[in-house]
């Protein structure tokens, strides 16, 4: 079975803090996706990274693929209230997504 | 509408009950995915349809739960008699079979309450 592991799982930080969030796997896959979900909705896509070593920005948000594709993070600079979500990773060994449990971010104003 | 969605936005029953949860799919998109979330969780994959092969049902927690598909495009995922917990948020998503990322685009969910 191909799990991921986010970390932290809960992460509470000030306005205009840095921080990162963590997905890790012991299995290879190929591609990984990050999504933010919000009380009520479902989750959102962001971005799709697919080649190890990739990196990929979204505005304040930069996205790495780890060089073996095993693992992928997440780094948001200047943080901002409307940051504040439920961020989970997803890889896709094949077209059956895995998720991981995510990381719940609290941005405080 | 453009988005995936979802019926009821709640539901709230008995024990014991059977609950029919229904999901829209985004037009022309082949695949159709069921999750299930429990509070502040990740997601646990349920089943997935895929045109007109047979839909991949490994992880539907027990045989209380099943899912259809008709005419490639709705889908209703059933719960026979609920248990407490089956309490969850249950997602559907779809997406476009051939991107080769597999996409999914999800709708806001059914929060499920079993008393």
């Known amino acids: 079975t191909q799990l991921l592991e986010q970390s932290p799982q809960f992460l509470s930080i000030q306005e205009g803090e840095n921080l990162t969030v963590y997905c890790n796997s012991s299995?290879?896959?190929?591609?990984l996706q990050w999504y933010r979900q919000e009380p009520g909705e479902g989750p959102v896509l962001l971005v799709t990274?697919?080649?190890?070593?990739e990196v990929k920005k979204l505005k304040r948000l930069t996205f790495q693929f780890g060089d073996a594709r095993k693992d992928s993070s997440l780094h948001i600079t200047a943080a901002q209230p409307g940051d504040t979500g439920l961020y989970l990773c997803?890889?896709?060994?094949?077209?059956?997504?895995?998720f991981g449990q995510g990381t719940r971010l609290t941005i405080n104003p | 509408g453009a988005g995936v969605s979802q019926s009821p936005s709640n539901k709230v029953t008995e024990k014991g009950k059977d609950v029919e949860l229904r999901c829209d799919p985004i037009?022309?998109?082949?695949?159709l995915y069921w999750y299930r979330q429990s509070l502040g969780q990740g997601l646990e994959f349920l089943i997935y349809?895929?045109?007109?092969?047979?839909?991949?049902k490994s992880g539907l927690p027990s045989d209380r739960f099943s899912a259809e598909r008709t005419g490639g495009s709705v889908s209703t995922l059933t719960i026979q008699r609920t248990q407490q917990e089956d309490s969850a948020v249950y997602l559907c998503?779809?997406?476009?079979?051939?991107?080769?990322?597999?996409?999914?685009?999800f709708g806001p969910g059914t929060r499920l309450t079993v008393l």
């Open positions: 998503a779809s997406s476009i079979w051939t991107s080769e990322y597999n996409e999914q685009f």
């Open positions: 299995s290879v896959f190929s591609s």
């Open positions: 990274v697919v080649t190890g070593g």
């Open positions: 997803a890889g896709a060994p094949a077209q059956k997504l895995v």
């Open positions: 037009s022309g998109h082949t695949a």
């Open positions: 349809f895929q045109g007109n092969s047979a839909p991949d």
